[in-house]
């Protein structure tokens, strides 16, 4: 989160690359083997992305590290849906859903120095602790859910509280700019041009 800028190995920005192509292309790769569900942990701070799948690398702007932390969220909520849309329409079982965390205390933000960081860390005072923070992820690996859920706190601002389903912006029910990041990603990471056979969720049990 708000890293300095910096590129991986493969020339991708840092946080674009951690956020989102690096569990797109999981997810991807081990596709063949889930019978259940993905769930792709996004952030509030999803409200505040933008997205444009032909500069995701951000060369064409100033690196602003807490806008481009932001567009990594959006991003994840953007694919979430934009699976379960694929699953859907392969026949599979498997659902895709998406969860935030509120705000919690936790290390995310270590990286964040001067007046934002010390911002955060006045921020971080009312901030739930990190067991809390991880029950929305556990709810959506683990309640009976439908596919293209997003669970978050159900407390004042979605900061704080315990779990339940939340609304994502309309950005990230934008399937168009879906459909767009995920042509982007499949270039970028060589993969998820086409989903596998597999997908279409467990293979039926042998009849006696």
Same mark, same amino acid.
């Given at each position: ?7 991986? =190995?493969?020339? /991708? ?8 192509? +690096? ?5 991807? !790769? ?12 996004? =952030? ?9 799948? @032909?500069?995701?690398?951000?060369? &064409? *702007? ?12 959006? +991003? ?8 379960? *849309?694929?699953?859907?329409?392969? @026949? ?6 998406? +969860?935030?965390?509120?705000? #919690?205390?936790?290390?995310?933000? =270590? ?13 971080? #005072? /009312? ?10 992820? !556990?709810?959506?690996?683990?309640? &009976?859910?439908?596919?293209? #859920?997003?669970?978050?706190?159900? @407390?004042? @601002? ?10 994502? =912006? ?7 700019? +879906?459909? *767009? ?14 989903? $596998?056979? #597999?997908?279409?969720? $467990?293979? $039926?049990?042998?009849?006696?």
């Amino acid at each position: 989160m708000q890293v300095p800028q910096a590129r991986t =190995s493969d020339g /991708f920005e840092a946080q674009i690359a951690t956020n989102h192509l +690096a569990p797109f292309a999981l997810t991807i !790769l081990l596709m063949p083997h889930i019978t259940d569900r993905v769930v792709t942990v996004s =952030s509030e701070m999803h409200k505040r992305g933008h997205i444009d799948p @032909g500069d995701l690398n951000g060369e &064409n *702007r100033p690196y602003d590290a807490f806008q481009t932390y932001c567009d990594t969220k959006l +991003a994840n909520l953007l694919f979430t849906f934009e699976l379960q *849309r694929r699953l859907a329409r392969a @026949g599979s079982s498997v659902r895709s859903m998406a +969860a935030h965390p509120g705000l #919690s205390k936790t290390n995310l933000a =270590s990286h964040v120095t001067g007046l934002k960081g010390l911002g955060l860390k006045i921020l971080a #005072s /009312f901030a739930q602790d990190a067991e809390h923070g991880a029950l929305p992820t !556990l709810y959506a690996a683990t309640a &009976n859910l439908p596919g293209g #859920s997003y669970a978050g706190p159900d @407390g004042p @601002g979605e900061r704080r509280g315990y779990p339940t389903l939340v609304q994502a =912006s309309e950005n990230a029910r934008d399937e168009q700019l +879906a459909r *767009r990041l995920w042509d982007t990603s499949s270039r970028l990471t060589g993969i998820g041009q086409t989903l $596998p056979v #597999s997908m279409t969720g $467990p293979e $039926p049990e042998p009849k006696p």
